[in-house]
């Protein structure tokens, strides 16, 4: 968690997206660009996260269904869905999320531990919780989430 917080120490904005009935948040540099749902054209022995590829101005962009990476029930992407682009090392990929919520500012002061009770699979991928107006954001780190060996596999 160090590192996330660390980098949020002198205060970065924070995008905040729901999936499901949960919010999440990933720091703002990540992100390329937020577009509207496009099919994706699916790809033969993918993992099912991987709902698929899009031709993003010449380049094809994988698309990762972030319910089902996290173990969420997925859902089919409707003309409401966003896709967040977003730069993982190397690479650019697609994110597909419910709805893009908030511009979030934080700071590695407001960002909360997890509690005790969550499970190990949990604590890898969400680095914090943000109080924020009444409500709790996850942070969490996609680096994590969409490892670069398993991006290369998809």
């Not at 698929?52 to 992407?77: F, H, K, Q, T, Y």
């Not at 991928?125 to 942070?139: E, Q, T």
Request: charged letters at 20%; glycine letters at 8%.
């Amino acid at each position: 968690m160090e590192d996330v917080v660390q980098s949020l120490s002198d205060g970065h904005e924070l995008i905040a997206f729901r999936v499901g009935r949960q919010e999440f948040c990933i720091n703002v540099m990540m992100v390329r660009e937020i577009r509207g749902w496009t099919a994706a054209t699916t790809l033969p022995r993918a993992p099912r996260y991987v709902k698929g590829v899009i031709n993003l101005r010449g380049a094809v962009l994988p698309i990762i269904d972030l319910a089902i990476r996290l173990g969420m029930p997925g859902s089919e992407p409707t003309a409401r869905n966003v896709i967040i682009v977003v730069q993982l090392s190397h690479r650019q990929v697609g994110i597909l999320v419910d709805a893009v919520s908030d511009i979030l500012a934080a700071n590695g002061a407001v960002i909360q531990p997890l509690p005790d009770v969550t499970s190990d699979l949990v604590k890898s991928f969400v680095k914090g919780l943000l109080p924020m107006d009444g409500r709790m954001v996850s942070l969490i780190a996609l680096d994590r989430v969409l490892p670069p060996e398993e991006l290369e596999a998809a």
